[in-house]
Structures are given as C-alpha cells and as structure tokens.
C-alpha cells in the first residue's frame, strides 16, 4: 500500500449566501497512484480540487501533506503549491502570456530559478506534452487541446509532486483526449501522482488506479477503482450508471475475475473470441 501524500478530513465548505459545497468530506490521494474524483456534474468537485492546493480554506476539517495539517500563511500557501499543481477545466482561466514559452516560463521565473534551469524545466514541459513546436506561437491562436497542453505544461514546469487536474478530457475530441492521456500516463510513469476531476465513469473505469465516488458534495466511498464501480447500489447513490466496458465484460462467462480488461480494444478482443465461441483465457 502506498503512502498518503495528500489528506482531506472532515471538510466543510459553504459559499455565500450559505450554499453548502462541501460536507464532512474525506479522502485521501495515496502516493504514485491515478485518482478519479468520479461525481455528476454540480456535485461539488471543482470546489473540493480547489481546497487541495490551498485556493480554498474550508469552514471546518483539514488539509494534510504527508500527515501534517496544511496552514495557509503566505510561505506555506507556496510551498504547498510547488507540491501540488492545479489545472483547472477552462485553459483560458489560466493562461494568460502573450506566447507559449513565456506562459510555461512564468512558474519557474517566480520561484527565483537561474535562466537555465527555467530554460530546461520549459523544454522539458513543453516534450512532456507534445507541443515543443507550439512554443513561439501565440498562445491566442491556439486550438482548445492545444490550450489545455499548455496549461498543463505551465504547471508541470513547476515540477510539482502530485498533479490535480479539473476534468482534462472535457471539451477535447476523441483525438485530443487520447493524445492527452498518453502525455499524463508519461507524466505518471516518470513518478508524478495524478488526481483528476471526471463525470465520466467509462474514463475512470479504463485509467484510473483508485476511485472516490463523490456525490452532494461529499465522498460516498473510495477504493481501488474496480471494487468502486462494482458497487451498483452506492453508484445508485450517486446517479451514475456503471461502465457500459465494464457491464460487457461481466455479462461474459468467466470475465468476472479481479483483474478484467479496461482497454476497450481488450474489451472487443474478448467479445470477437467469445462470440466466436473460442476459450476464453483463464
């Protein structure tokens, strides 16, 4: 079992005019691990990332790095946000540069870096993403998923530990949701952990390690991804229907074991062989 990196215990958060976002909310991002915060959409999610980079304090509970509750002094708000780096869903909400590279560039330059190593942290973000070739470009004339490689550039570039995305996919074609994905499973690969935001329980069911069903504003449970969407009552609960991968993949004889293909081409391999009236592997 890994270990926790990032803590949410017991939160509250309200906004004005008394409009409850957030209720005796616990969760926990355990270190090197891909985790779906999985919910409807109104339910309370961006407001839940928004608290695990310190961008919102809530009424009551804690936030705990490693174990420690989070404070909010001006210091500790910083070094937080080195740790943890938000992308939130709109690309236009963060980025703001006249071009790509000096958009990229500005986290390193406020963290007091020399010009080199803020050279070397934007290149590298910038091949990490795939859009090394956009970085004299205006950032105006970019695509959205171009923009939203961007956003994620300038965060990267921070090198932050854990990587808290706001719904990555949305607004993005099929396209542009899969090259996405491949440049944050390289990220994921190379040691970052990654909690995103997604109303999209055939996305989760295919990537995501560990899953938290969040509903109302508040976490119905979390665990390893398959166990979550096994739960049919508490998905009830929280008014999502289960993968449609998933329901195939268990409508199968013998497909029902711990470890069932996510992949959709895994999924139709398995169709084509059973349909087919081949063994089925053990």
């Known amino acids: 079992m890994s270990v926790s990196l990032l803590a949410a215990r017991g939160l509250d958060y309200r906004y004005p005019g008394g409009i409850t976002a957030l209720r005796d ?34 009424a009551r509970g804690e936030i705990r790095l490693d174990d420690h509750p989070a404070a909010y002094d001006r210091r500790s708000l910083d070094r937080w946000r080195c740790r943890v780096g938000l992308v939130l869903q709109e690309p236009d909400d963060q980025i703001f540069a006249a071009t790509v590279e000096q958009d990229v560039s500005f986290g390193p330059l406020n963290l007091g870096l020399s010009e080199r190593e803020v050279r070397e942290r934007v290149a590298s973000a910038l091949r990490a993403l795939h859009i090394a070739d956009l970085a004299a470009r205006a950032t105006h004339s970019l695509s959205f998923g171009q923009k939203k490689r961007v956003a994620i550039a300038g965060v990267l570039a921070m090198r932050p530990e854990l990587l808290v995305l706001d719904e990555p996919t949305a607004g993005l074609d099929g396209q542009g949701v899969a090259h996405l994905l491949e440049a944050l499973q390289h990220l994921h690969e190379a040691g970052a952990t990654l909690v995103f935001s997604t109303h999209d329980v055939e996305l989760a069911y295919a990537w995501a390690d560990d899953i938290a069903l969040f509903h109302e504003g508040t976490v119905l449970g979390q665990g390893e991804a398959l166990a979550v969407l096994r739960d049919r009552e508490m998905m009830r609960k929280a008014r999502l229907a289960p993968p449609l991968l998933l329901e195939v993949v268990e409508a199968l004889d013998g497909a029902r074991g711990d470890s069932p293909p996510r992949a959709r081409a895994e999924v139709l391999d398995l169709l084509r062989k059973r349909l087919k009236g081949a063994p089925l592997a053990s």
Request: hydrophobic share 40%; charged share 15%.
């Open 25 to 58: 909310l616990h969760l926990t991002v355990r270190q090197g691990r891909k985790l779906a915060i999985l919910g409807a959409n109104g339910s309370g999610k961006t407001t839940l990332l928004l608290h695990l980079n310190g961008t919102l304090r809530p």
